[in-house]
């Protein structure tokens, strides 16, 4: 069933232009966010959250010197598969907002 689950996270990432690191085992996917112009993870995941509706773990959390840890996210797909279905949605969403982020005036 997690085989299953991880797929469908998969190709949700790789649909919103966020490919998933490969992975041995684990209830994680980790996602290469640097390229989306955010200064760190934690910056990432809180706008993802905001503006997408989907939450991930800043990787930094682990580190001694979180300004150390690279551009990435952690999305868990130990979820329902309904639950996974509505973030595929939701990320499906990702590359027009981010294209309206940049297009918006800094602050």
Do not use: N, Q
């Not at 997690?2 to 919103?16: H, N, P």
């Not at 989306?36 to 939450?55: K, N």
Request: with cysteine; aromatic share 10%; net charge neutral.
């Amino acid at each position: 069933a997690y085989a299953g689950r991880r797929e469908t996270l998969v190709a949700a990432l790789a649909g919103a232009g966020l490919p998933a690191l490969p992975i041995a085992g684990s209830y994680f996917l980790t996602a290469d966010v640097s390229a989306l112009g955010f200064p760190d993870d934690v910056a990432f995941c809180r706008w993802l959250t905001g503006a997408v509706g989907v939450a991930a773990v800043p990787p930094s959390a682990f580190y001694l010197d979180p300004s150390s840890a690279p551009l990435l996210a952690r999305f868990c797909f130990a979820k329902r598969d309904e639950t996974l279905a509505l973030a595929g949605e939701r990320l499906a969403s990702l590359p027009a907002r981010l294209a309206d982020r940049m297009a918006a005036p800094a602050d």
